[in-house]
């Protein structure tokens, strides 16, 4: 028993909990939801199951960007006081505890260097090209089939869902042109150019897949990128995006039937948008019409908001009250700080969005390229998906967060290209 608990606390088997927990989070965002959850546990109990336990709950209480993210379970947990769905009410809130034990995990994070974060990346890159191929393999095989599904707003077969899968790629993509031009290498100087044909590769396969969230989510995290440039050094870096971005865009129309058909039927739905009896047929009237639902339930309850429990519901009946003619099922709100509103009113809304911005401004992460990018992504993804209501979302939030968090430390804020 004392050889079992000795290795147990050997640092050699905490470095590699670590590890095991973070690459299962991120190949259990690929492929199971149950490894995603068994990777929390690990890393939380890799920090709660220490002999310095005493050590990372006070390193934790008085770091405050990291336990900001905690404030978003505390409200989901306070608005059961006023929810009358229990089991759905209890979904919502279990949902959230990564945002608790991720951040109390990072305490033990001590062994964890910039080769460690390197390895990872590789992974999520090895994980996206092979997830990327996946998907063009039946672009390539059923080339005239698919192309008449996107003219239907359908989509490409893909691993995970494909909002997520895209949001994960642009976040890729960033790293790689960071890590490309700043000679982010484990040994090897060729390593460099495993970043360019992969960034390459998913930038194509992003504008096949035409996934419009995930597309938006790019240009503007590579936006922010070229001004965070422009501010530093030069600023004909923006000159060349705003230029290049029509060109990139001209193509795309012309060599890309996915992306063609996509284009097309935003303009088509976008035609169609001030018609009631058209929005139940375009591939944005549930989001426009979950809008409009959600608004009616924060004018009505702006303080406190339905619970997490019953926003299902409330939405459901505001929309189908505006709606009558429509016989879809309304969806839930797809944004997430409309959806904090309808669900936790003014207050609540305002404490969540608090939580998830702190930290990138209290330790000025902004400062640096990387988290810079990732929260433009995220904060455009939470613009267009409530992101933070699924586990995938929850995961790559986090996950990225912490390991942006972490090598912005390691690199001891010396910010280059």
Same mark, same amino acid.
């Given at each position: ?15 590699? #909990? &670590? ?5 299962? !989070? ?17 890393? =939380? ?15 934790? /209480? ?14 989901? /947990?306070? *608005? ?47 994980? *996206? ?42 976040? &890729?993509?960033?790293?790689? @042109?960071? =890590?490309?031009?700043?000679?982010? $290498? ?10 360019? @044909? ?9 504008? !096949?897949? =035409? ?9 503007? #995290? @590579? ?20 230029? !290049? ?9 012309? /060599?890309?039937? %996915?992306?063609?058909s996509k284009l097309d039927y935003t303009i088509y739905d976008w035609k169609l948008f001030g018609s009631k009896l058209e929005l139940q047929n375009i591939s944005d009237g549930?989001? @426009?019409?979950?809008?409009?639902? =959600?608004?009616?339930? !924060? ?27 429509? %016989?879809?099922?309304? $969806? ?20 969540? %969005? ?26 455009? *993804? ?15 939030y986090i996950i990225f967060t912490l390991l942006w968090l972490k090598w912005t430390q390691l690199t001891n804020s010396s910010y280059t290209n």
């Amino acid at each position: 028993m004392y050889l079992v608990l000795q290795l147990f606390y050997h640092p050699t088997f905490r470095y590699w #909990a &670590v590890l095991v927990g973070l690459a299962s !989070i991120i190949i259990g965002i690929f492929f199971s939801p149950v490894l995603q959850t068994l990777g929390v546990f690990v890393i =939380a109990g890799n920090a709660i199951l220490h002999k310095e336990l005493y050590t990372h709950i006070r390193v934790f /209480m008085q770091s405050k960007y990291l336990w900001c993210y905690s404030l978003i379970v505390l409200v989901y /947990m306070i *608005s059961g006081l006023w929810s009358q769905d229990t089991s759905y009410y209890v979904q919502r809130t279990l949902s959230k505890l990564p945002l608790l034990f991720l951040p109390l995990g990072y305490t033990a994070w001590k062994s964890i260097h910039k080769r460690e974060i390197i390895c990872l990346m590789y992974l999520c890159i090895l994980l *996206s090209c092979a997830a990327v191929c996946y998907s063009l393999f039946y672009f390539i095989q059923y080339n005239t089939y698919y192309e008449q599904q996107y003219r239907m707003a359908k989509v490409l077969p893909t691993w995970i869902n494909h909002i997520r899968m895209s949001v994960f790629f642009a976040i &890729v993509i960033i790293w790689c @042109i960071y =890590a490309y031009f700043n000679d982010v $290498k484990i040994n090897y100087k060729w390593e460099k150019y495993i970043y360019l @044909i992969a960034g390459i590769l998913l930038f194509i396969g992003l504008h !096949i897949l =035409a996934v419009r969230s995930g597309l938006l989510c790019l240009y503007t #995290a @590579i936006m922010s990128y070229l001004i965070w440039h422009a501010i530093r050094f030069h600023y004909y870096y923006l000159l060349g995006f705003i230029l !290049i971005v029509p060109f990139i865009f001209g193509i795309s129309y012309t /060599m890309i039937p %996915t992306f063609k058909s996509k284009l097309d039927y935003t303009i088509y739905d976008w035609k169609l948008f001030g018609s009631k009896l058209e929005l139940q047929n375009i591939s944005d009237g549930q989001r @426009i019409m979950s809008y409009r639902g =959600a608004w009616e339930i !924060i004018k009505s309850k702006p303080w406190h908001g339905t619970g997490a429990g019953d926003i299902k519901i409330e939405v459901h009946k505001a929309t189908q009250a505006l709606y009558p003619q429509v %016989t879809q099922t309304p $969806k839930d709100p797809h944004n997430q700080f409309i959806y904090w509103l309808t669900a936790f009113g003014i207050i609540g809304g305002i404490l969540c %969005t608090w939580s998830i911005y702190y930290s990138y401004f209290a330790l000025r992460l902004y400062l640096h390229p990387l988290p810079l990018s990732f929260i433009v992504i995220f904060t455009v *993804s939470c613009m267009v998906e409530a992101s933070l209501e699924t586990q995938l979302g929850i995961s790559i939030y986090i996950i990225f967060t912490l390991l942006w968090l972490k090598w912005t430390q390691l690199t001891n804020s010396s910010y280059t290209n």
